[in-house]
């Protein structure tokens, strides 16, 4: 057995795969995270207190393992998903009742969905109450704040899709409230609805942007959020104390 | 030997105004592209037909419908009116407030909003809830005979369509 691991992993195939040992040293250890695209979000070493559950939540990693469950069952939803009067509402009823598994896609889309805006603006409010956002990560919060738009963006869009009564009223409503905006209100709501009321274009346009251009940007700002994380020196760690003695000397 | 750039040789006066006009001239195109794209861009995302139902409605002959009945016509979103007097007026069924479609309510003659509770009286008025104006009034007219309501065009309100 130890032999044809052995064999295995000295193979050039495998060698061209993982560039680093087994020996348990500090050398291989580094190796195993540089040279690893999929671990090299975290740096080689981090501080045992900056990755603590009750300093972050991990707020931040659920709502990205959120998207990511959005974006798998969003794809198999597309497969049988139609975005056209009246199929649209056919397809989302196939799904519930007749698809293998399409109930449980569809549901686990809705919550993950549900969770994922939660997650997002906790995520935003302990950054905020931990001062995480000052300098030198005013930038990221930016980010941060156009992923929180991308976010909401995405849910908004995804409620016309199963074109019920709930999905059809609720963006007659939402879209109402972008033309109250003045000046550019009333265009914003045509170009929205691509017509005067929300129909066929209405569907498509919801669509396009809840599949296409709303996760690119989602995609996009979410890789820059998490490199920045890392060249803004890494989770935000609160600055020591002053000791008691440095306040005697004071007092 | 130390190495010799671009950098560290001094441009003469011509190099340096030829730049310049070439930057000038690449800024220039860059702007003139994009203030181009964005116009192209813009005008892509505002459709030019429309398909969508007429805006003008035929509800019937005028003496088929009785004096001082209410005609509701939900899929047209319209509540058309004949008084006792035989004079007409037309309301647009959508709500000002945000857009839902309202429910007339015949026990207390009243129309109401089930989105955020706006309550309107059967000329329109607003007697309760959010929305900020009374219910739309319509333009009304008769052709060969059969009436017509354009909910593209509004007119005061209290203004009646009198059948001559």
Known sequence: ?251 | MPLDDDLSSPLSEEELARRRTLTLLGAGALTAAGLGTAVVGYRFFEPNVFYEEDARVGIGRPEEIAPGSVMVLPKKRLYVVRNADGSFYALSSICTHLGCMTRYVPENAQVACPCHGSRFSLEGKVTAGPAPRPLRRLKMSLERGILIVDASQEIPAGQLFKVT
């Open chain 1, 1 to 251: 057995m130890r032999d044809l691991v052995k064999r295995l992993t000295g193979t050039a195939f495998y060698r061209s795969i993982f560039r680093h040992g087994f020996a348990d040293t500090n050398r291989n250890r580094s190796l195993a995270v540089f040279t690893n695209f999929f671990l090299h979000i975290h740096a080689v070493k981090v501080r045992r207190r900056a990755i603590a559950f009750r300093r972050t939540g991990y707020l931040g990693g659920l709502s990205a393992a959120c998207f990511f469950i959005l974006l798998v069952t969003g794809i198999l939803l597309m497969f049988y998903y139609r975005p056209s009067v009246p199929e649209a509402y056919h397809d989302m009823k196939d799904l519930q009742f007749v698809v293998s598994a399409g109930v449980f896609l569809r549901n686990l889309h809705r919550w993950s969905a549900h969770a994922m805006v939660a997650l997002v603006l906790a995520h935003m409010a302990v950054t905020f109450f931990r001062g995480a956002y000052r300098p030198p990560r005013e930038f990221n919060w930016v980010i941060g704040v156009f992923l929180m738009l991308a976010t909401v963006l995405l849910s908004y869009t995804g409620y016309l899709l199963p074109w019920d009564q709930l999905a059809y009223w609720a963006v007659t409503v939402g879209t109402n409230m972008a033309e109250a905006a003045p000046i550019v209100g009333a265009k914003l709501k045509l170009l929205l609805l691509g017509g005067h009321t929300i129909n066929a274009a209405a569907l498509l346009r919801f669509y396009v942007l809840h599949c296409v251009l709303l996760p690119f940007w989602l995609v996009l700002g979410l890789c820059v959020h998490i490199w920045r994380v890392r060249k803004d020196g890494g989770i935000y760690l609160p600055p020591p104390a002053p000791s008691a003695a440095t306040d005697e000397d004071q007092a």
